[in-house]
């Protein structure tokens, strides 16, 4: 099971999820032990797709059952079972309700925190928590259920590493108002990281959310649900990262930037202050703007409109 896209659930068969959810199940039966994303699905996994955009995750994943709606066509090579039902996204947020367990507050230092570790007064710790050896956890910081940092970090004040992603089902039908996707994941911050005062990082809704080592990040960055920071990447203040966008190793964004998700940054691209990322950037690229482009592109357009002003 790979802990980067999968999630412990309470063992239950396709069929028993069929009947509770409304669904019809097509393909074999099989006991379903964790929910995982598309990329890294296994035999026993679940997981669920509602973007087309995936089709292609779809047809190489081997996880045993994927939720899906009543017309998406199976795609060619997928050899498990579909769950059909009319709203997969909900479906997926009733799976994984099945999932949540409750973690306590702790009271006293934890086990999993080293000795060496220093804690401030005021940081907030739950019992299952991991620190390594000589992080520094200042004033203000809360580590949520499952977090895990890494040796020789740096967390400043008020940082909150773990709180739930920012995931909802939209209201259809006769539902009123919006469902929250449950978060069964965790966070692992690696090794000789720093994160700047108020930045957040979310916990995966399955799997982990990962700021790789050596990453450097200023005050007040958001960090979405399942992004993947590699080694050595370095954020400006108030960067906002969206769901499941990868930056590989070495990226270097500027502040105040916006980057959506699903989306690849490559290894040693550079991001320039306030641009808007809305597509996939190549390795060792450099852009700017909003919708950020290539950075000459943007410098010839800045040029020809500061001539046409005169």
Not at 2 to 11: E, M, R, T, V
Not at 130 to 147: A, D, K, M
Not at 180 to 194: A, C, M, S, T
């Amino acid at each position: 099971m790979d802990p980067l896209g999968a999630s412990p659930l309470p063992p239950r068969t396709a069929s028993l999820w069929a009947a509770e959810l409304g669904g019809v199940l097509e393909g074999p039966d099989a006991e379903l032990r964790f929910a995982c994303t598309l990329e890294s699905g296994a035999p026993g996994g679940v997981s669920f797709i509602a973007n087309p955009s995936y089709r292609r995750a779809w047809a190489a994943t081997a996880a045993s059952v994927v939720l899906a709606a009543h017309d998406s066509p199976r795609p060619k090579g997928y050899q498990g079972a579909i769950l059909r039902v009319a709203n997969p996204y909900a479906a997926w947020a009733q799976v994984l309700g099945s999932g949540c367990r409750e973690v306590a507050w702790s009271t006293k230092r934890p086990s999993g925190v080293d000795p060496s570790a220093v804690l401030h007064p005021g940081v907030q710790l739950a019992e299952d928590v991991i620190v390594g050896p000589r992080s520094q956890l200042s004033p203000g910081v809360v580590l949520y259920p499952g977090t895990v940092v890494g040796a020789d970090c740096i967390l400043h004040a008020h940082v909150v590493v773990g709180a739930d992603g920012f995931g909802f089902v939209p209201p259809q039908g006769g539902q009123p108002g919006w469902i929250k996707i449950p978060h069964l994941g965790r966070v692992r911050i690696g090794n000789g990281v720093e994160l700047g005062a108020g930045t957040c990082v979310d916990r995966a809704v399955v799997g982990e959310t990962l700021v790789g080592d050596g990453c450097k990040i200023d005050n007040l960055c958001q960090i979405g649900h399942n992004v993947r920071l590699g080694m050595h990447c370095v954020l400006a203040g108030q960067v906002g990262i969206a769901g499941s966008t990868v930056l590989e190793d070495y990226v270097v964004v500027g502040g105040q930037v916006g980057i959506a998700g699903h989306l690849r940054i490559g290894r040693g691209a550079r991001i320039g202050a306030q641009s808007g990322v809305g597509k996939s950037v190549p390795a060792g690229a450099e852009v700017l703007g909003s919708p950020a482009v290539e950075a000459r592109e943007f410098r010839r357009f800045f040029a020809a409109q500061k001539s046409a002003r005169g």
